[in-house]
Each structure stands twice: as C-alpha cells, then as structure tokens.
C-alpha cells in the first residue's frame, strides 16, 4: 500500500475510535456527525482496513470493538500523533496575539484559592488565550494520558501511609511539577462548642463528623491513619462535595476535614472557624501534569509557567 493513497486524518479517527469505543463518542469528541463519522469510517477501512484484509472494527453491542489488528497499530499511531504534534509546534510564542485554546480540569480544593488569580490575569497579559475548565467527571489522568486534557491540576499525599493511587509516587510518568504543598485542618461552626479549648485528638474523635466521596473513594489517608491506630472518626452523614460538606458543617456541629488553603475560603463564605487537625499527617501536594506532546509547545509552556506564578504563596503558610 502507498502511503500517497492514504488520508492521514483519518489516522487520528482511528486513534479517537480506539480511545472512545463508538461511533457516537467519537462524533462528539471530534465536532462531527455520526453520519460523517460513519462515512470515515468506511474511507479508513477502504483505504487502510482493505490492504491489511482486516475490518479495524466490529460492532459489540452499542458500540465498536478494535480487532487484534488494530489493536497492535495503537501504540504506533499514538506515536505518529506526538510526531505530527511536534512537527506542528510554533517557533515562538507571543501571548498579546495568540488565539490558543487548553482544556483544563482543576481539583476543587485548588480551583478557589489558584483560578481566579489565573484567569483574571489572564485576560490581560493573553488576551486571546482561552482556558476552558471541563467538569469533573471521569478519568482524569486517563484523558490527560489520550490528550483530552491539555492541564490537570490535582492533589496527591506526600505521606508514606498514603495507599494507592493516593501518594505522588502512584502517578503516572508524565510530565508534571509540584506548584505549592498545603495540610489539612478542621472546619466547625463559628460558635461551635469545641472552640472553648481542650481540642484534642479526643475531641475530634467524640464529634459526628462529614464525609465526602473524592475522586470515586470514601475513606483517604486520615481514615487509614486513623485504623492503624484502632481509633475510628464517626461519620454523620456523606456528600458529593466540598461546598456541600460546608453548608453541612455551618448548620450543624460536625466536624469537616479539607486543605488549608481552600478551608479558609469557605470559613469567610459560610461563617465557619478553622482548628487545626489533631493527626500528624504529611502535606498534601498540588501538581499540575501535562501531556508529553505538550511538552514544548511554547504557547503551553508559557501558560504552566504563569500558573506556577500565580501560585506562589499559597498552601499552609500563605493560606
């Protein structure tokens, strides 16, 4: 087969229908129809799928299953993406022109006390930068790993008690660089009756307290901590979220345990005070990864480099 007789978009195709597994999820991916993700489909199986004598593709059930051949072209194809992405690099980058546009997903304990520095400066030193935050949903590290992802910003334990995937060490090689550390505390009421004194370990084990599902998990390193001692927090009630949690503490007199930084921005929006946590546990660290192909780009370089600006003075100190 000449490569001539052979359109390189619908390599990328490829690349997206093996990632999503439908037609479906490919059109929406890409920006197109089903219709003319189909009418690709058929010209990639005409064009590539026919000299190989394989289909690419098989229908298994509601979507698309990758044959063995197909399977074994991925790791090449992802490959001659990252190369056509490089090829496609700028020289240079000048942030009172560009027109780029970055996905990004930003923890939510982050996204408060980082983003609004980010974003408002943003609009003035690169006017035409965009920076879209897409919801929290899903594999994040998986997405950034396919380039669905142009940023991720997320939190992982620096103690050694940490189990997987929660410690730094359990990330992925991808590029990445620690932007500030912070430590957890305890947030309760503003005339919550465990402000009198006497906050102890203790204490904070005899109140009811609140617990929030992280990234698809109850229990986090505080609770593993804790079970190594033969100790045990008494969970009141769960919530899908941080904001949810704070109302919760603000009406009641549970305890709700998050990072510093993000803590002392629901104290002042939801009139709660802050104690610190009566647990020995290692800072936590906010990273900001990014995919390999993204690596040099000048435009993305530029805008980690501003973020990590933007960063500086936050986590427990700057809190």
Same mark, same amino acid.
Request: proline share 8%; charged share 20%.
């Given at each position: ?22 037609? =479906? ?33 098989? +229908? ?23 190369? =056509? ?11 009172? *022109?560009?027109? !780029? ?28 930068? +965009? ?24 939190? !992982?334990?620096? $103690? ?8 730094? +060490? ?10 500030? *550390? ?8 503003? $005339? ?13 084990? $005899? ?96 805008? !980690? ?15």
């Amino acid at each position: 087969m000449a490569i001539e007789a052979l359109d390189l978009n619908l390599l990328r195709l490829m690349l997206v229908l093996l990632e999503e597994g439908s037609v =479906s999820g490919a059109a929406q991916r890409l920006h197109l129809s089903q219709s003319a993700v189909s009418k690709q489909l058929a010209k990639l199986r005409e064009q590539l799928g026919k000299p190989l004598d394989d289909p690419l593709f098989v +229908r298994a059930g509601q979507g698309l299953a990758p044959t063995a051949k197909a399977l074994t072209l991925e790791p090449k194809l992802r490959q001659w993406l990252r190369l =056509s992405c490089e090829l496609l690099i700028p020289v240079g980058f000048d942030p009172n *022109t560009d027109q !780029r546009q970055f996905r990004a997903s930003v923890v939510e304990t982050a996204f408060p006390g980082l983003m609004p520095r980010v974003l408002t400066d943003l609009q003035v030193q690169a006017p035409g930068l +965009r920076l879209d935050m897409v919801p929290g949903s899903g594999d994040k590290l998986e997405q950034l790993a396919r380039g669905q992802l142009d940023l991720l910003l997320l939190a !992982r334990d620096t $103690d050694e008690r940490a189990r997987p995937p929660w410690h730094i +060490r359990d990330l992925p090689a991808l590029p990445q660089q620690e932007l500030y *550390t912070d430590i957890n505390v305890c947030l309760v009421r503003e $005339d919550h009756p465990a402000l009198d004194g006497g906050w102890d370990l203790e204490r904070f084990l $005899d109140l009811p307290h609140i617990q929030i599902w992280v990234e698809g998990t109850e229990l986090w390193l505080m609770d593993h901590v804790l079970a190594s001692l033969g100790l045990k927090r008494p969970v009141a009630v769960q919530v899908p979220d941080f904001h949810s949690a704070a109302l919760m503490a603000q009406h009641t007199d549970m305890v709700f345990t998050c990072a510093s930084v993000f803590a002392h921005q629901l104290a002042a929006r939801y009139a709660l005070a802050v104690l610190p946590l009566p647990l020995a546990l290692a800072p936590i660290s906010y990273r900001l990864m990014w995919p390999p192909t993204l690596d040099s780009d000048p435009a993305h370089r530029w805008l !980690r480099g501003f973020i990590a600006e933007r960063s500086q003075g936050l986590g427990a100190c700057g809190a």
